[in-house]
C-alpha cells in the first residue's frame, strides 16, 4: 500500500514494468498488484527463498536494468529509479544499491540500527551490497544470477560479480525509507 503509490510517481525516462513475486499473501496484496499493472508469479509460502525468489522475478524481466526493491522498502521521493539507473553510465558497473534510511515515526533503536548500517551512509568496501533496493545490469545478471542460498544471496551476488571483474556502485541519490522494528532481544538474536 505504501511502495506502489510511490512508484507510480517515479520519473524515468523510458518507462518501468514491475515484477512481482507473491509468496501467499492473505491480504488484497495480489489486487493491488494488478490494479498497478504489475506482472504477478505467485508461489507457495514454503518455496519463498531470498536468492530464487528474485531470480524468478527477474528472469522474465524485459529491461536493462533490473531493480530489486523489497515490499517494505519506500522510495523517498520521485526520482529513486532515475538516481539509481544513472549508476549504470559507467560501463563497468555491474550492479548499484540505495541509502537506506529510517522512517520518520522510527523508535530511537530502530532508527540508530538503520543509520549504523553502511547503507544509511556510504559504502563500507567493494563488496557491500544490499538487494533492498538494488539494481543489477540485466547482461550481467544472465551470468551471474543470485546464489540460492538461505541468507545473504546480495553479498553472495556481489563477490561473484567483483570476482568476475565487475564494479558496484553505492548510489546515495537513490534514498529508500526501510527498518525493521525489533525488541532488543530479538535484535540480538538477528545480529548475533
Not at 6 to 14: D, F, I, R, T, Y
Request: contains cysteine; proline residues 6%.
Amino acid at each position: 500500500a505504501r511502495l506502489l503509490p510511490v512508484l507510480a510517481k517515479q520519473e524515468l525516462a523510458g518507462g518501468f514494468e514491475i515484477r512481482a513475486v507473491d509468496s501467499g499473501s492473505t491480504d488484497k496484496t495480489c489486487a493491488m498488484l494488478a490494479s498497478a499493472g504489475a506482472s504477478l508469479v505467485q508461489i507457495p509460502h514454503e518455496q519463498f527463498r531470498h536468492g530464487a525468489t528474485r531470480n524468478l522475478a527477474a528472469r522474465e524481466a524485459r529491461g536493462e536494468i533490473l531493480v530489486f526493491l523489497s515490499q517494505d522498502a519506500t522510495p523517498r521521493d520521485g526520482t529513486f529509479l532515475s538516481a539509481l539507473a544513472s549508476a549504470f553510465d559507467d560501463a563497468t558497473i555491474a550492479g548499484a544499491y540505495a541509502r537506506i534510511l529510517p522512517h520518520a515515526d522510527d523508535d530511537p533503536l530502530t532508527a540508530r540500527t538503520v543509520l549504523s548500517a553502511p547503507e544509511a551512509r556510504d559504502a563500507a568496501g567493494p563488496a557491500t551490497f544490499n538487494d533492498v533496493a538494488s539494481a543489477i545490469r540485466a547482461s550481467v545478471f544472465r551470468e551471474i544470477p543470485f546464489p540460492d542460498v538461505s541468507f545473504g544471496e546480495d553479498v553472495g551476488w556481489a563477490a561473484r560479480a567483483l570476482k568476475a571483474g565487475w564494479k558496484i556502485r553505492f548510489e546515495p541519490r537513490a534514498v529508500v525509507l526501510h527498518s525493521h522494528r525489533y525488541s532488543p532481544g530479538r535484535a540480538y538474536q538477528r545480529y548475533k
